[in-house]
């Protein structure tokens, strides 16, 4: 199977200004595993590219190692009150929130 967006896809986008939003929202996350995925993370390194993540610990190892990446917090982290959002912003730059959590204005 062939890659939907080849190498000069991304470079064309990054270079307009668009970035490339790589998720890795595995619920579980071995920090061996995560430095074998580190070349592919040090190819799309950029302050325009963002990372979507899931696990806490994967979002620290990144912005020790990655700090021009955007981390964003996936929706499926389930942040449905302000203790767990507080807490999240602690790891990530933003976070999706569920859909009820966006229809409710008081949150």
Same mark, same amino acid.
């Given at each position: 199977?062939?890659?939907?967006?080849?190498?000069?896809?991304?470079?064309?986008?990054?270079? &307009?200004?668009?970035?490339?939003?790589?998720?890795?929202?595995?619920?579980? %996350?071995?920090?061996? $595993?995560?430095?074998?995925?580190?070349?592919?993370? $040090? #190819?799309?390194?950029?302050? =325009?590219?963002?990372?979507? =993540?899931?696990?806490?610990?994967? &979002? $620290?190892?990144?912005? %020790?190692?990655?700090?021009?990446?955007?981390?964003? &917090?996936?929706?499926?982290?389930?942040?449905?009150?302000?203790? #767990?959002?507080?807490? %999240?912003? #602690?790891?990530?730059?933003? &976070?999706?929130?569920?859909?009820?959590?966006?229809?409710?204005? $008081?949150?």
């Amino acid at each position: 199977m062939a890659p939907e967006l080849s190498e000069r896809d991304v470079m064309q986008l990054n270079n &307009a200004g668009i970035g490339l939003r790589i998720p890795l929202t595995n619920h579980d %996350a071995e920090l061996q $595993e995560y430095k074998s995925y580190r070349p592919f993370l $040090e #190819k799309y390194h950029r302050s =325009v590219n963002s990372v979507i =993540v899931t696990n806490d610990d994967l &979002a $620290e190892w990144i912005r %020790a190692d990655f700090p021009d990446f955007d981390i964003e &917090a996936s929706v499926i982290k389930n942040i449905d009150n302000h203790k #767990k959002l507080e807490s %999240a912003l #602690k790891y990530y730059d933003t &976070a999706v929130l569920p859909m009820p959590c966006n229809q409710d204005p $008081e949150f």
